[in-house]
């Protein structure tokens, strides 16, 4: 639990350092997403993970940010992974583009013996 706490904290202060507003340059919430999947750990059993991000960016540019959550869990194991997400748009203003992305996450793994 304790460990939730603390990735509950660092995607909070995530979501407040990029999305507090500053005079110019401010990025804002473009759009939500749910992310649903299967997940088949080594020797664990398959499971379901179910997540979420943000998207935020700044008007009339072409770079997003993506703060998110992933979380799973099966048999005697589980996972929370905070992650982080920067994608840069070839087209600007468009409802559908191409883009080229990077992130990094980091995996709070619990084990019940």
Do not use: C
């Not at 660092?10 to 997940?39: E, K, M, N, Q, W």
């Not at 935020?56 to 959550?69: A, F, I, N, T, W």
Request: hydrophobic letters at 40%.
């Amino acid at each position: 639990m304790k460990r939730l706490t603390a990735v509950g904290a660092v995607i909070l202060a995530f979501v407040a350092f990029t999305v507090s507003p500053t005079p110019a340059h401010a990025y804002g919430l473009s759009g939500i997403g749910v992310r649903v999947g299967g997940v088949d750990p080594e020797g664990a059993g398959g499971s379901v993970l179910v997540g979420g991000h943000l998207e935020l960016e700044e008007s009339g540019s072409r770079l997003h940010l993506q703060p998110g959550v992933v979380y799973w869990s099966s048999d005697r194991v589980s996972d929370v992974n905070p992650n982080f997400d920067v994608m840069y748009h070839f087209a600007r203003s468009s409802e559908v583009s191409p883009y080229v992305g990077a992130g990094a996450g980091l995996h709070f793994y619990s084990y019940d013996v």
